[in-house]
């Protein structure tokens, strides 16, 4: 067709082509052999049900048939409509497979307030699996998380069930801080690490996140810089004028520099 521009595939065994515009993702139908918590081997398959029991979450289990027909094994559509968000039969089995779902599995949550206990218990009780995955898959959905309407949440979950120590943030992170940041900012669409910043005490815990992450080199600078001059930054409760602390931080790094 002449509206479709040929796409590349990928280790994942997605092709990825474009259509009218739009990015379309077509996949194989597969079950996983066997896991490490990081890859899977899989052997392909033509069940339906096979391969939505490997998936993730009931919500991404749903198929839809070219007659419009609805092929949902695991109530996603149900979810959906209650604004729920769940692992595919066993939490545990689920994160074991690929320990990335834990952060994937906050970054999608409709509801933040909304979690299953048991979900929040396997979640706890398998963090220490994300010391296996790479830095920069890490990275990927902890900036996805930290745009999102529910960020501050997210965040403070991630310290509430021990996962921080893991993820390359700090794991005394000042919390109550970085809520009132995001509070603070979260109209302005600020960047990930304008809130991370908040949770980092000292340089050497930047330092120590830049290894573990591989955050790019001006991510890594608006952190530091952050850290600098945060007490400088900072906006007094009875200051009406919300731009002065930063035109006040300008003009005095302008005189420094005259000098």
Not at 6 to 14: E, N, S, T, W, Y
Not at 40 to 52: H, I, N, P, S
Not at 193 to 200: D, V
Not at 207 to 231: C, G, P
């Amino acid at each position: 067709h002449q509206n479709v521009i040929p796409g590349r595939v990928d280790k994942a065994l997605k092709t990825f082509f474009k259509l009218h515009n739009e990015n379309f993702e077509v996949t194989t139908l597969r079950v996983d052999v066997q896991t490490d918590g990081r890859h899977a081997e899989v052997e392909f398959t033509t069940d339906w049900l096979k391969d939505a029991e490997r998936r993730d979450l009931t919500i991404n289990s749903m198929f839809l048939g070219l007659d419009g027909t609805l092929y949902d094994y695991f109530k996603g559509y149900e979810d959906l409509q209650n604004r729920k968000v769940r692992f595919v039969g066993s939490a545990e089995q689920r994160i074991q497979e690929d320990y990335l779902r834990i952060l994937f599995y906050g970054r999608v949550a409709l509801d933040p307030d909304d979690h299953e206990p048991e979900t929040l218990t396997a979640i706890r009780e398998n963090g220490r699996g994300l010391a296996a995955v790479s830095g920069e898959r890490i990275w990927v959905e902890i900036k996805k998380m930290v745009v999102g309407n529910h960020a501050a949440h997210l965040l403070e979950l991630m310290y509430r069930l021990e996962l921080a120590q893991y993820t390359g943030l700090p794991p005394d992170g000042d919390v109550e801080e970085m809520k009132e940041v995001w509070q603070n900012a979260k109209d302005h669409s600020p960047k990930p690490m304008t809130i991370l910043a908040t949770l980092f005490r000292c340089p050497e815990e930047v330092e120590k996140m830049d290894i573990r992450l591989k955050v790019s080199k001006e991510e890594k600078t608006l952190a530091l810089f952050l850290i600098k001059y945060r007490r400088e930054l900072r906006k007094s409760k009875d200051e009406p004028d919300s731009l002065k602390p930063f035109t006040d931080f300008i003009i005095d790094v302008s005189f420094s520099l005259l000098s």
